[in-house]
């Protein structure tokens, strides 16, 4: 049973990611977010050993200084390094779980693309998460019937930002954001053919990635 949550609580947004690097189109869009839902704050949480993805290019400590230095300017921010202290895979229940140890009942938000919601039937433990936070589905308008929740989820879909600071968690919420042409694919196939990334995110990102030659293609 969830713990009574505390009156008309913010809820706080939770980010996980390789972020390899992190760039704009993770920071606009979930500052987007962040203000449509009226949230507390919203913590960022690279993954050192994601299980759904090859290995990284950057290393974990060089993908956790790069989100350090991408929020320093974006108030309502926060790094949460906690996955780094926890050996084995990032698992993304597991961190929810220390989340929900460490805040007790105040309703947490997991913050996700379409795509990463019709894959979460393939996460670990899956079928826990909704019990541990809503889940915030951001979409890109327009609104399709690919968008929608499968049939597990459809009682738990709610269009009402404010249903999110009644319940630590269980709610399903479909939230339109601006599109973003940027991904961390483009910016590292980018770089290694040398071309100027600066636009795509921040400065200080830019100039660590410089400063240590990241995604530079490698000579033979």
């Not at 200084?65 to 780094?84: C, I, Q, S």
Request: proline fraction near 9%; aromatic fraction near 6%; include cysteine.
């Amino acid at each position: 049973m969830n713990p009574k949550p505390e009156t008309h609580a913010q809820p706080i947004g939770i980010l996980g990611g390789t972020f390899d690097p992190i760039h704009y189109g993770h920071l606009r869009t979930t500052d987007e977010v962040r203000r449509a839902l009226g949230l507390r704050e919203v913590r960022l949480v690279p993954a050192p050993r994601p299980p759904h993805r090859g290995v990284p290019q950057a290393s974990a400590e060089q993908r956790l200084r790069m989100v350090e230095l991408a929020v320093a300017d974006w108030p309502g921010f926060r790094v949460d390094d906690r996955e780094f202290h926890r050996a084995g895979p990032s698992y993304t229940v597991l961190t929810l779980e220390s989340l929900r140890a460490e805040l007790g009942a105040t309703p947490l938000c997991l913050l996700m693309g379409v795509d990463a919601f019709h894959e979460i039937e393939t996460w670990h433990q899956w079928q826990q998460l909704p019990e541990l936070a809503h889940l915030v589905v951001m979409t890109r308008p327009p609104f399709s019937d690919a968008d929608r929740a499968p049939a597990w989820a459809t009682l738990r879909v709610t269009s009402v930002p404010t249903d999110l600071a009644q319940t630590p968690a269980g709610r399903i919420l479909f939230q339109a954001v601006v599109p973003q042409d940027i991904s961390a694919t483009r910016i590292r196939a980018a770089i290694a053919a040398g071309e100027d990334v600066s636009n795509a995110l921040p400065s200080a990102v830019w100039k660590f990635i410089q400063s240590h030659q990241l995604y530079r293609r490698v000579s033979n």
